[in-house]
């Protein structure tokens, strides 16, 4: 079976605070730590099963600024055969509709696939749309909030949550599933893994090290420099690739905000009513004078 | 074709059984089409379903888009995206509204992606306004406003999409209040397309397990809730005692529900049930913002809490400092003796 892991790096939005929102309500991501988003870490705990019981291969791909670099690095730790980072700032401050347009060109351009796994939803926004958006744009069924995965017939079977139970759908491949979060424990990073992609770079760091490292070198020996470091760290398979607009394809109109028919137009702090408050006594005094003004008032029966 | 400017809702049913939220949004689309002075449109599809057209109607809709068929007996997300996205191809409505239920979230994107079109998840609140679009100085007339909580609830965030139609968003349940039935009202049924090629049915349901809800948090008149506050199993027994006693259901935070005192049926809050009962009882629940969006609608809040400066009393109607354990016997007493 061959796997394709969609992951997202997220801010932590459990201490995510006004002060890093921005005016047009766009996170500034810089100000928070960030973090391999929960239910994807779940979406290639399933992935890495599936192809450890049925053979394959797992790649995963994120789209983000190059601090995302940091997930695939984890990813790979944890038993990744191969990771793809999308970064543009073209695909920047896109909305489900054109994140989803974006991933699946991704997809499109690797070709050979049979799953695809998304987690069930991103902790920064919620909605839980890019995975049913990436399968229509594929054309391809889905199966939503799974809980567990098998083959058997070669027909793929997908446990999934429906309210207050569950279902269990099969599917022919190909098939993008998105994973709830809860079910499956990911496992750890291994150590030899982790060790091993300690180093594992892209282009465009190595190409930040050595300007830094090499302020006054012309671009055209630079460039040779930067051209044979990331040939020898992808021979050693220490090399992630960067992919631009332009390597996947992608129209530009459908990318980044360009592509996106949603607008935060406005963003406020929640507040808190400020209704009256009646303070109640904690004695029997109080406490009675309370129900007998909410049988009064017909609230209690 | 011109556009018809209708507001349509999902009218989500399950074995004949309408959703609570399809109501409630009618009963949103309805106030937003009086304003617009367009029509409601509901969107039912299943398997001999027709009956459900009466409630639609007596619920707000001006018309009832039905696509009735064997193959639309059970939710499955092909064959209702291509019901919905050809229906919405032939007669154009500005705004398509889905419950945000697991089904709604399921099915929603696929249609969005279809229609190529901006789609809001999970909002608390729709409403109409203009936009002054920054990029291109047009003003945008009319535009539904799609309102949610944003990165864990810490923001509200209003929601366009001006240059796309239809407007959709999913809706939170239980956060739109169910309408009021009138009856006498007719609405023209629309019959809607259901063919399918072999590829959109390809997908089979084996096996569709459902255990019997212990509780309806959304039906209830009167919740008590307790947090982590209670401090145990056992103490929750003196929270049942009192909803049995005022004849409520027993709610709970978050943190109690991990700890195992209760069952996850009886979370409120933004990973739980979203309530808004009559009367509405946080016993020992510092009242994190998580769980306030799911219970803040209440008509009465009655907060019992040890710390005078918890969260939870902000929104409180009735303050009550003091310990849990006192003040609910007590509470248990004084509407005995009433
Ligand atoms: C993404 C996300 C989603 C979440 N979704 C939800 C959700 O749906 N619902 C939800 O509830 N939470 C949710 N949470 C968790 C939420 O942030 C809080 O952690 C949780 O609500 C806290 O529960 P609590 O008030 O019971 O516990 P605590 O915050 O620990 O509060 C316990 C309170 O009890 C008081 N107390 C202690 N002893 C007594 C006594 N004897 N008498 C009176 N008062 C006493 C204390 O003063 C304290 O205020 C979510 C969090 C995240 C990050």
Redesign the pocket.
């Known amino acids: 079976m061959q796997c394709i892991v969609l992951i997202k790096q997220v801010p932590d939005?459990?201490n995510i605070t006004a002060k890093a929102m921005r005016d047009d309500g766009t996170v500034n991501r810089a100000a928070l730590p960030a973090i391999f988003n929960p239910d994807d870490l779940c979406a290639l705990e399933l992935a890495l099963r599936v192809r450890d019981q049925y053979g394959g291969s797992v790649r995963v791909i994120s789209m983000g600024p190059l601090r995302a670099l940091e997930i695939l690095r984890d990813a790979l730790s944890r038993g990744a055969d191969e990771a793809v980072l999308l970064s543009d700032k073209r695909f920047a401050a896109a909305d489900t509709l054109a994140t989803s347009y974006s991933l699946s060109e991704a997809v499109k351009k690797i070709g050979n696939y049979d799953l695809i796994f998304c987690g069930r939803q991103a902790?920064d926004g919620d909605t839980a749309q890019v995975g049913p958006q990436v399968a229509e744009k594929l054309n391809i069924p889905q199966a939503t909030y799974a809980q567990e995965i098998w083959k058997e017939n070669g027909k793929v079977f997908v446990r999934r949550e429906v309210e207050g139970g569950y279902e269990v759908l099969a599917l022919k491949t190909p098939a993008l599933i998105t994973v709830t979060g809860g079910y499956v424990l990911p496992r750890p990073r291994s150590a030899r893994r982790t060790i091993r992609f300690r180093n594992v770079t892209a282009k465009p760091e190595i190409e930040a090290r050595w300007k830094k490292e090499n302020p006054d070198m012309p671009a055209e020996e630079l460039d040779k420099k930067v051209e044979a470091e990331a040939s020898r760290c992808k021979q050693a398979g220490l090399l992630i690739d960067v992919w631009s607009v332009d390597d996947i394809g992608a129209d530009i109109k459908r990318t980044g905000l360009v592509g996106s028919p949603t607008r935060v137009w406005r963003v406020e702090n929640v507040t808190l009513h400020t209704g009256e408050s009646k303070k109640i006594e904690p004695t029997e005094d109080g406490i009675h004078a309370l129900v007998e003004e909410l049988i009064h008032d017909h609230v209690l029966g | 074709m011109t556009p018809s400017q209708e507001i349509w809702v999902f009218a989500e049913q399950e074995n004949g059984e309408l959703k609570s939220v399809a109501l409630e949004l009618l009963g949103r689309a309805r106030e937003l089409a009086d304003e617009l002075g367009v029509e409601v449109g509901a969107l039912l599809l299943g398997s001999d379903v027709l009956d459900l057209s009466r409630t639609l109607t007596n619920y707000g809709a001006d018309k009832v888009y039905l696509a009735d068929h064997p193959e639309l007996k059970q939710y499955r997300t092909l064959p209702y995206a291509k019901v919905i996205d050809r229906t919405v191809q032939a007669h154009h409505p500005q705004i398509v509204l889905f419950g945000a239920t697991m089904i709604g979230r399921d099915l929603a994107p696929r249609i969005a992606s279809q229609l190529v079109t901006g789609l809001t998840a999970d909002c608390t609140d729709l409403q109409i306004g203009n936009y002054l679009d920054p990029f291109t100085g047009v003003d945008h007339q009319n535009l539904l406003y799609q309102i949610r909580p944003a990165f864990?609830?810490n923001v509200i965030a209003t929601i366009v999409a001006p240059n796309h139609r239809p407007q959709m968003a999913t809706v939170r349940e239980g956060v739109m209040k169910t309408p009021e039935t009138t009856t006498g009202r007719v609405a023209k049924i629309v019959k809607a397309p259901a063919e399918f090629t072999d590829a959109e049915l390809a997908v089979e349901i084996i096996e569709h397990y459902r255990k019997p809800k212990s509780v309806d948090l959304r039906a209830a008149r009167i919740i008590v809730s307790?947090?982590?506050?209670?401090?145990g199993k056992e103490g929750f027994d003196l929270i049942r005692e009192l909803a049995h006693v005022i004849g409520g259901e027993v709610g709970?935070?978050?943190?109690?529900?991990d700890a195992g005192y209760i069952g996850k049926d009886h979370?409120?809050?933004?990973?739980?049930t979203t309530v808004r009962p009559v009367l509405y009882i946080a016993?020992?629940?510092?009242?994190?913002?998580?769980?306030r969006v799911?219970m803040q609608e209440s008509a009465k809040i009655i907060a019992?809490?040890?710390?005078s400066d918890?969260p939870?009393f902000s929104v409180a109607h009735y303050s009550i400092v003091?310990?849990?354990?006192k003040?609910v016997p007590l509470m248990i007493q004084a509407y005995k003796n009433k």
């Open positions: 939005t459990k902790i | 864990g609830g307790g947090g982590a506050g209670v401090g709970a935070s978050r943190a109690a529900v979370q409120v809050g933004q990973t739980g016993c020992g629940i510092s009242g994190a913002v998580q769980h799911g019992i809490n040890l710390d918890a939870i003091g310990d849990l354990y003040v």
